[in-house]
């Protein structure tokens, strides 16, 4: 019976309802049953098969878009929307940040964070600048 409605309606709720059974029921059925389950999909394609009929008609009849999309489905490498993205050369990844705002002091704190969170990037694995970035008294070979 449940099989009988859900093939009319297309409708797990409808057909349990019909049938006298919850709609946990009928899919606890479906899980524990195989042919149960084969018998379900069959009677969805049916159930599926009236819908697609029933949009065939309206789009013959009234409607541009459902006549697009049923096209669309029914034929996808005749209609489907086409995309050809190509790239050629390369791509430039310039990820620095504009620093030019922050103070010397600024700046060294940075470097300390940035040697800290990264010590693979420098010899010391010290959370002290190392001369990155000149010392406070403004010397270019960063000894501190």
């Not at 996808?76 to 790239?87: G, N, S």
Request: proline content about 6%.
């Amino acid at each position: 019976m449940f099989l009988a409605h859900f093939r009319e309606s297309g409708n797990v709720r409808a057909a349990a309802q019909a049938a006298g059974v919850s709609r946990q029921m009928a899919y606890l059925r479906r899980e524990a049953d195989p042919d149960f389950a084969q018998a379900w999909d069959a009677a969805e394609e049916e159930a599926t098969d009236v819908l697609v009929a029933e949009a065939r008609r309206r789009a013959l009849d009234a409607s541009d878009t459902l006549l697009i999309f049923l096209l669309k489905s029914h034929r996808p490498a005749v209609y489907r929307e086409k995309f050809d993205v190509t790239h050629q050369g390369r791509i430039a990844h310039d990820h620095r940040p504009d620093l030019s705002r922050l103070s010397l002091d600024e700046l060294h704190a940075l470097e300390a964070l940035a040697l800290h969170a990264l010590p693979d990037a420098s010899p010391s694995t010290s959370a002290e600048p190392v001369g990155l970035l000149p010392g406070p008294d403004g010397d270019s070979d960063g000894a501190r």
